[in-house]
DNA sequence: AAGTTTTTTGAACACTGTTCAATTGGAGTC
DNA sequence: GACTCCAATTGAACAGTGTTCAAAAAACTT
């Protein structure tokens, strides 16, 4: 049928990520170009238009790949002994983050076209992640029921998040004080202090 | 010379400036024009990039413009009679992001084209709102040397920002639950008490 | 070899930010 | 009024974007 190489049409699916992916750690999600990422694997802007049906198809697959693989290194960040897991959280939230800052910010900044929600399959993966740190939480806080621990784990998760990007974007200089990382940490395990020792 | 009707340059200035503010509030970043800002107040584009000399520009303009109504904002809550100022400054913070999604949004998510870090006149904007965070910080917590405030202060507002835009983007879902408002407030709480009876 | 089906193509369209030679129209001078 | 002068204003032109889709190409079927 056609192929022009022996690419399936997953691999060929595949390529398209990963050359994006490439591409998108290089210029940024700004001056990202869906037709300079067919030109790089060597196919028309057609055909990347018949394997993701829009830029927001392509997007969301890069985004995420980026996703699982920050999932991938948050779990190895775990499974790396020592004892204190949440710790190893956060520096793993900041390590991927500062190695892969252009894709880390493209899983925030990019939004569907019609402003809509992401799809279904896409928010699952967003759930593993947060399911990741969930796991964590419940285990410092056995007394602390599911819903209480769902609701813990994001906000914790929010604030991390804002001290990584105000880190990498420095729009509010966090630089040149305690490490961004480091404030983060206090920040979280106070809160995890007072949900211990608060309504027990 | 020249003009074509009675508008100085300041004016027309704020008149790009507004109607900027009004198409970024209906249509977001993303789908932002500069063309259709000039034909929307009867200019042509050529005369908007005279006034501004790139879309980086224009967009500072209408960043610092939201940053100035964000603080004044933040003031007048502070103002209003009320005990708890600094429940006053986190309630500010999200109402005002909620009443203006996408102009707060376009805060953090415009990016200079060249990838740089914004001039030091749009800076200076920045670090107002700061000031008046840090002024309450300070107030709540006397015995804190200058520089502790500063950083104290960045790691809150990283904290609240990271519960506000989690809240408008519902990546992380957290709606249905404990209101993030009150969540951001109660890891301000937490991180107060700790400065507070910490190194005391 | 002929026919069928799937893949691949790239010109075409409507849009973007940006530039800059040409035009416009008010102010000053005679 | 006529005539410069010059800043303000214009908009066609350029290189780029995402998107579409009739046509071409390539592989599979009979």
Known sequence: MGRRSDHTRSELEALIVDEGRRQLAEVGLTRFSA??????IGYSIGTLYNVFASYDGLMLAINARTLTLWSAHL???????????????????????????????????????????????????VGELIGVVA????????????????????????????????????????LGETAPVEAALARVRE??????????
């Not at 007072?194 to 309504?199: E, T």
Request: with cysteine; aromatic share 10%; charged share 20%.
């Open 75 to 125: 779990r190895e960040r775990l499974a790396a002994r020592g004892e204190d897991r949440i710790a190893a959280l956060v520096r793993g939230y900041f390590e991927f983050a500062v190695q892969n800052p252009r894709a880390w910010v493209a899983i925030y900044e990019h939004h569907m076209a019609d402003g809509g929600p992401a799809p279904d399959w896409y928010q699952a993966i």
């Open 35 to 40: 037709r300079d990422v067919a030109k790089r």
């Open 135 to 174: 796991a964590e939480v419940a285990a410092v806080l056995p007394s602390l029921e599911p819903a209480a621990v769902l609701s813990l784990t994001r906000s914790l998760v929010a604030t991390v998040h804002g001290h990584c990007i105000f880190a990498l974007y420095r729009t509010f200089d966090m």
């Open 191 to 200: 809160a995890i202090a007072a949900a211990r020792g608060g309504p027990a």
